[in-house]
C-alpha cells in the first residue's frame, strides 16, 4: 500500500545549513502533505500542498510540486537540531482522505 | 501535547491475551484512522472511520477488530496476534473525510509487543 519514495533515506547536517529530501510518488493526487515524527512520538502535519500548486511556504519550509514528474521536494532553511527527526511524504489519493506515505528520511541536524 | 490521546503507551501481551487499544479526540473530527507502523518504516493503514462506520479495511487479518463507539472513540481489539505484529499502533483523525484537503492529527501511538 505504500505510494511514495523518498530520498535520500537519512541526512545528517550542521546547524544552520539547509536539508532538502524529495518525495517521488506513483499516482495521480488531491494533495501531497508532509509530516515530521520524533523518535517514539506520532507524526506531526507540516504542510499541505494542491495538486494545482506548484510551491507552499510556512516559516522555514519550502515545499514544491510537479505533477508532471509525481515529485515533491522539502526543504528546511536554517535548520535547527530541534529539526532532527523523521519526515514523511503522504500522498493523498482517490476520494476521501485516505492517505499513503512515503518511505522517510531521517534527518540529523549536528549543533 | 497531541490533541488525540492513545492509551496505554506500551503493552506487551502474550499470543493467547485478549486486550483493547483506545484512542480519543475531542476536536469533533468525524473520521478516525488506525496505523500500524514498524520500526524505521512509514505508518501503514489499517483501517478508516467515516461517521462512526467503517470505511476502509486495508486487508487487516481478524485478529484485529475495530470499534467506533462514538465519534470521539476509537477502539482496536486485539486477540491472538502473532509476535510479528509487535509495532507502534498510531491512530488520526481528520474533519471529514468527503474532503479533499485536510490535515490528519496523529496521536503518539500504543508501543505493542507480543510475546
Known amino acids: 500500500s505504500q505510494q511514495g519514495e523518498e530520498d535520500p533515506q537519512a541526512l545528517s547536517i550542521q546547524e544552520g545549513e539547509n536539508a532538502t529530501m524529495n518525495c517521488s510518488y506513483k499516482?495521480?493526487?488531491?494533495?501531497l502533505q508532509w509530516y515530521r515524527q520524533n523518535s517514539g512520538r506520532g507524526l506531526v502535519h507540516l504542510i499541505l500542498?494542491?495538486?494545482?500548486?506548484r510551491e507552499k511556504h510556512s516559516g522555514r519550509l519550502r515545499v514544491t510540486l510537479d505533477t508532471s514528474k509525481k515529485s515533491s521536494s522539502l526543504l528546511i532553511t536554517a535548520s535547527r537540531a530541534a529539526d532532527t527527526a523523521s519526515y514523511f511524504c503522504a500522498t493523498d489519493v482517490g476520494t476521501g482522505n485516505q492517505f499513503y506515505f512515503g518511505t522517510g528520511t531521517s534527518l540529523t541536524v549536528i549543533p | 501535547d497531541t490533541e488525540v490521546t492513545q492509551t496505554p503507551k506500551h503493552l506487551v501481551m502474550g499470543m493467547t491475551n485478549k486486550k483493547s487499544l483506545k484512542c480519543e479526540q475531542h476536536?469533533?473530527?468525524?473520521?478516525m484512522y488506525w496505523y500500524k507502523q514498524k520500526a524505521k518504516k512509514p505508518p501503514e493503514l489499517m483501517f478508516v472511520y467515516s461517521y462512526e462506520k467503517l470505511s476502509i479495511n486495508e486487508s487487516v487479518p481478524s485478529r484485529f477488530s475495530p470499534e467506533c463507539p462514538n465519534s470521539s472513540l476509537l477502539n482496536l481489539h486485539l486477540h491472538a496476534l502473532q509476535p510479528e505484529d509487535s509495532a507502534l499502533y498510531l491512530c488520526?483523525?481528520?474533519?471529514?473525510?468527503?474532503?479533499?484537503?485536510?490535515?490528519?492529527?496523529f496521536g503518539d501511538g500504543t508501543r505493542l509487543s507480543i510475546l
Open positions: 500542498i494542491r495538486s494545482n500548486e
Open positions: 499516482t495521480s493526487i488531491n494533495n
Open positions: 476536536m469533533g473530527h468525524r473520521a
Open positions: 488520526a483523525s481528520s474533519q471529514d473525510r468527503r474532503y479533499s484537503n485536510q490535515p490528519q492529527h
